[in-house]
C-alpha cells in the first residue's frame, strides 16, 4: 500500500554551497552561478533500514522523499559462487536489479531504472497535478509507466521509434500515462530534444535526469544494498554506463556510508563500461578532458545502430558538469572500459551459465568489462568488488508472463516544428490539464 514517510533533508548546491529546503522540485541551482548537480543530506547520518517499509522504501533514511508508492521492488545483493570461481575471484558480491524471485529480486519491468523511478515519484512535488515528462532510451520510460500507471501520475514519456520494443508490459497502462516516438533513425539525444519541446507547454515540467537528487538517490539503493550485505565498502565498482548518472549515485552514496563511520573509510574505484563502436564518455576520460569531446551526430547514430546495449546510447551525459562522472572518477579513481558485442554476448551467456539467470544486454556489458579487468589483472583475486547488475530476469518474466506491448500515440520526425509538437502534445491530455 502507499503511505507516507517523511525522510528529514536538505538540498545543496554544488556551484556556490548554499542550502535549501527542497519545496518546488528544484533541479539546478537557485541561484544559476554555475553549471552543477545540487544533492541531498540527510539528517540521519547512519543508515536505517526499515524492514517494515516496502520494497525500496526500506531506505527511506537516505531517500529524498515524503511517501511510498505500490508496487516497488528493491535491489538484491548475494556473493557468487559460480561466475566467481569461473573468473577466479573470492569476493565478487553481485547486486542484482531485476526479476529473480529466488533471490528475492522483483522489479517486474527487469531493470534498476525502477530505483529511479519509485524515488522520483515519491519526492515532494509542488507540480504533482501537471503532466512530468521523461526522455529514455527504453528501459527509464518502462519503469516510469508502470510506476506512473500504478500510482495515477500523469506522464508523457518520449523514446526513439527504434527502441519501442522495450516497452513491454503485463497491465494495460492507464490513461495518465502517453508515450510518443522519435522517428526511426532517432536515438536517445533526438528524444531527449522532442521532450525539451514537450516541456514548452503550460502544464508539462521535466522530471529532470540525473538533475533529479531522487533519481541519483534512488540508483544509488544498489549501493546502500552491497554495503549493508557485505559490511563493509567494496574495492570496486564494476557497471555499465550511458549517462554515468549511476556511477555518480554510487560515488556519492561512498561518501555517505564514509561519514556513516561504520562500513570503512575507501572510496570505491569506478570501473565503468560502454558498448563499442559507441564510447564518448571513454574517449573524453582518456583525453583527461572535463567535456566531452566534439563528435559527429550522424556518425553518433550509426553508432547507436550498432551496440546491442541501446540503453548505453547517451550523447549528453552526466559528464563534465560539477559533481558529474568526471569528478566522481577524479575522486574516487577507476577506469572506462570498452566492449563490443561479441563481447557483450559472451558474459551474458557466461552469467546463465554460472549464475542462473538471463541479463539485460547492459548488464551484460558490464560482467564482460570485470572479464576484462581479470584478464589484465586490474583487480586482485582476493579484492572485494560490487557488480553491479543493472537489468536482468527479462526473459525469465517472460516466459512466466504475457507481455504486449505500448504503441506511440503519436510519431515524430527528428527535427520537428516546436509549434506542432506543443500543439499536438497538448492535445493527448486536454482530459487531465485542468
Not at 168 to 184: G, M, Q
Not at 299 to 315: D, F, G, H, P
Not at 333 to 345: H, K, Q, R
Amino acid at each position: 500500500m502507499s503511505g507516507f514517510v517523511k525522510t528529514k533533508y536538505h538540498l545543496q548546491s554544488l556551484c556556490c554551497g548554499d542550502c535549501f529546503e527542497d519545496q518546488n522540485w528544484e533541479l539546478s541551482c537557485p541561484n544559476k552561478s554555475h553549471a552543477a548537480l545540487l544533492r541531498a543530506y540527510y539528517a540521519d547520518k547512519q543508515l536505517v533500514i526499515n524492514d517494515k517499509l516496502p520494497g525500496l522504501y526500506k531506505f527511506s533514511s537516505w531517500l529524498p522523499i515524503h511517501k511510498t508508492l505500490n508496487g516497488s521492488g528493491a535491489p538484491v545483493t548475494f556473493k557468487s559462487v559460480g561466475l566467481a570461481d569461473r573468473l577466479g575471484l573470492k569476493n565478487l558480491f553481485i547486486t542484482f536489479n531485476g526479476y529473480w524471485p529466488e533471490k528475492g529480486a522483483l522489479m517486474k519491468t527487469g531493470t534498476f531504472k525502477e530505483c529511479e523511478a519509485y524515488a522520483v515519484c515519491a519526492r515532494v512535488n509542488s507540480k504533482e497535478n501537471d503532466v512530468m515528462v521523461v526522455a529514455s532510451a527504453g528501459n527509464t520510460a518502462r519503469a516510469f509507466a508502470k510506476v506512473c500507471s500504478e500510482n495515477k501520475i500523469p506522464l508523457l514519456i518520449v523514446v526513439p521509434e527504434d527502441n519501442l520494443k522495450a516497452l513491454w508490459f503485463t497491465e494495460n497502462i492507464d490513461p495518465c500515462v502517453k508515450l510518443i516516438a522519435v522517428e526511426s533513425g532517432g536515438d536517445y539525444f533526438d528524444a531527449i530534444h522532442l521532450s525539451n519541446l514537450a516541456c514548452q507547454i503550460g502544464g508539462f515540467y521535466p522530471e529532470g535526469g540525473s538533475k533529479n537528487v531522487a533519481r541519483r538517490d534512488g540508483m544509488g539503493t544498489t549501493v546502500l544494498s552491497a554495503v549493508s550485505a557485505i559490511g563493509k565498502i567494496p574495492d570496486y565498482y564494476f557497471q555499465a554506463i550511458g549517462s554515468g548518472t549511476g556511477a555518480v549515485a554510487a560515488w556519492e552514496a561512498n561518501m555517505r556510508f564514509i561519514e556513516d563511520g561504520r562500513f570503512g573509510s575507501n572510496k570505491m574505484k569506478l570501473m565503468v563500461s560502454q558498448n563499442s563502436p559507441f564510447v564518448p564518455i571513454k574517449e573524453a576520460w582518456e583525453a583527461d578532458s572535463r567535456e566531452m569531446l566534439p563528435f559527429n551526430d550522424e556518425v553518433a547514430r550509426k553508432q547507436v545502430e550498432e551496440i546491442v546495449a541501446k540503453v548505453l546510447s547517451n550523447r549528453k551525459p552526466t559528464y563534465g558538469i560539477k559533481g558529474g562522472l568526471y569528478d566522481a572518477m577524479k575522486d574516487a579513481g577507476g577506469e572506462v572500459f570498452e566492449v563490443s558485442n561479441e563481447e557483450a554476448d559472451i558474459a551474458g551467456e557466461l552469467f546463465i551459465q554460472t549464475e542462473g539467470n538471463d541479463l539485460e544486454p547492459a548488464a551484460a556489458v558490464a560482467v564482460a568489462s570485470l572479464m576484462q579487468a581479470v584478464v589484465h589483472k586490474k583487480v586482485k583475486p582476493d579484492s572485494v568488488i560490487m557488480l553491479n547488475i543493472t537489468g536482468g530476469g527479462i526473459e525469465k518474466f517472460k516466459s512466466e508472463n504475457k507481455v504486449s506491448y505500448l504503441k506511440p500515440q503519436m510519431v515524430f520526425p527528428l527535427n520537428p516544428d516546436p509549434l506542432v509538437v506543443r500543439e499536438k502534445v497538448k492535445m493527448l491530455f486536454e482530459n487531465i490539464l485542468v
